[in-house]
């Protein structure tokens, strides 16, 4: 199991752009990002391994996940970000699967950074 630590996040205005980092306290083999908003459900965001990357429908074309394994970071950059981009973003982290942007199958957890975009 790791430790999760986000940074970034913050307001911007539509059409704007965002970067999100996540750090773990040692390697994992996948690491991901999930979002909920208000009253909706947590939703699948992105995630990476060494086998791959996977996107949700609703961010395919304008996030962009990257990780660095050397740091045990992932981040995410958000551009260009819609309203509807507004929510919570959690880091994720699962020691042996990915590809699979359910929450269930991702052990390890932040606690959270807030991303608000204004229209």
């Known amino acids: 199991r790791v430790q999760l630590v986000e940074s970034g996040g913050g307001s911007v205005q539509a059409g704007g752009s965002l970067s999100l980092s996540c750090a773990a306290s040692?390697?994992?083999?996948?690491m991901g990002w999930f979002r909920q908003a208000p009253g909706k459900e947590r939703e699948g965001v992105a995630a990476?391994?060494?086998?791959?990357?996977y996107y949700g429908d609703s961010v395919k074309g304008r996030f962009t996940i990257s990780r660095d394994n050397a740091n045990n970071t992932v981040y995410l950059q958000m551009n260009p970000l819609k309203p509807e981009d507004s929510a919570v973003y959690y880091c994720?982290?699962?020691?042996?699967?990915?590809?699979?942007?359910?929450?269930?199958?991702?052990?390890?957890w932040g606690l959270g950074t807030q991303v608000t975009v204004s229209s």
């Open positions: 990476i391994s060494r086998r791959g990357v």
């Open positions: 994720a982290a699962d020691s042996w699967r990915c590809g699979s942007l359910v929450d269930a199958n991702f052990a390890d």
């Open positions: 040692g390697y994992t083999y996948c």
